[in-house]
């Protein structure tokens, strides 16, 4: 098949490399500019501490900041087994994050643990409830928590509505199945409508892990456009493990902004600093899988998440976060919500601190 213009200008581009385009030369700017540090209480609650680029304990949200970092994700879980993650412990997170003078921006997974493509297990709260219960159960909820966000005077930036829901999310009824998106349209809309009713100038975000096919991204986001489902921003999780090349990456970035007029944000990724394991629990992404031939150092991380944000940035995009930079090897706090003092951390490796604590001192977030 003869290659779309974009894609032949694409591969031109990337070829020189476009992922080491310099800011200056760059069409685009991010102002978004992110870590999800959902975990970060936890670890300060069991002494965690954290070393910045000279080797001296500092905040840790001090020493994100002065790498760039201008906007800070939290998860919320209904009622998570871990007590952590939950309206409590994210109110708290807030305060912080808000007394920083950054951005927040909270991450609804409409569950009591991890929700993403393969699993979006509704709270045991809401197992039993039919489609016209959880569509009141979404909107109360999510009220709830933004306006005791807003309460506080932490009222949130940006929520998302739903976490890499690519198939839908309180499955089963909130599932799209054979194509029909009435029933996720049906929850979303209240997701957004409670969003707003809360504070009409925060962005809701429709969150994706789609970076790796612009097909099944055409599918999903037409499919909830096609049901008057209203957003904000496009939102994508991009691992170069899982998802594909930046040249593919780029052609999604620039298609999905195009198609739906929408800001585009790369809400997730991460790129591992080392091959080894610092417990017992597998990390998730082995050091062994690399991308681009980029070693798997702290050179190598920067280098990938440099040429993640330049990729995006000519592509169109807003902007990128890391996800879980913070999330370092403490004993304590593991990977199962549902056994946190008995797992380990499946992301030590792909932290932005190494096992002591101490920051990547290339890693930067770029405008």
């Known amino acids: 098949m003869k290659p779309s213009w974009r894609a032949v200008v694409t591969a031109i581009v990337l070829a020189v490399p476009l992922a080491v385009a310099t800011p200056a030369h760059a069409a685009n700017t991010l102002t978004m500019l992110g870590a999800d540090v959902s975990s970060l209480q936890r670890s300060l609650d069991l002494g965690a501490r954290y070393y910045n680029k000279s080797g001296t304990a500092a905040d840790p949200y001090d020493i994100l900041k002065s790498a760039g970092a201008n906007y800070m994700r939290l998860r919320i879980w209904n009622n998570p087994a871990s007590g952590y993650n939950n309206k409590a412990k994210v109110l708290q997170q ?6 920083k003078g950054l951005k927040l921006l909270v991450d609804f997974h409409y569950s009591d643990t991890w929700a993403d493509p393969g699993k979006q297990y509704p709270p045991a709260a809401w197992a039993s409830h039919s489609l016209t219960q959880l569509q009141t159960d979404v909107y109360n909820y999510t009220y709830d928590v933004c306006t005791a966000l807003k309460a506080q005077g932490t009222t949130p930036d940006s929520v998302q509505i739903g976490n890499e829901i690519n198939v839908g999310m309180l499955w089963p009824n909130g599932k799209v199945s054979n194509n029909n998106f009435a029933p996720l349209a049906a929850l979303l809309k209240q997701g957004y409508n409670a969003t707003k009713a809360c504070n009409g100038s925060t962005q809701v975000w429709i969150h994706t892990a789609d ?3 612009d097909p099944n991204a055409r599918w999903f986001y037409d499919g909830i456009r096609s049901q008057g489902v209203t957003w904000d921003v496009t ?4 691992y170069c493990m899982w998802h594909g090349t930046l040249a593919n990456l780029y052609n999604v970035i620039a298609d999905v902004k195009s198609r739906y007029g929408k800001p585009v944000v790369i809400a997730e990724t ?3 600093f080392t091959t080894a394991n610092a417990d017992s629990t597998p990390n998730s992404i082995p050091g062994t899988v690399l991308c681009d031939n980029i070693p798997a150092t702290w ?3 920067a280098q990938q998440f440099t040429w993640v944000q330049n990729t995006a940035r000519n592509a169109g995009a ?4 890391y996800w879980e930079p913070t999330w370092y090897a403490i004993r304590g706090n593991g990977w199962d919500p549902a056994n946190i003092n008995g797992t380990g951390d499946g992301w030590d490796n792909m932290a932005a601190f190494d ?5 990547n001192p290339n890693i930067v977030w770029t405008p």
């Open 94 to 99: 807030a305060r912080a994050i808000k007394a």
């Open 318 to 321: 807003i902007g990128v976060f």
């Open 235 to 238: 939102a994508l999780s991009y």
């Open 355 to 359: 096992w002591t604590g101490h920051i």
């Open 211 to 213: 970076a790796d096919s």
């Open 270 to 272: 991460a790129y591992q």
């Open 299 to 301: 050179a190598g991380q």
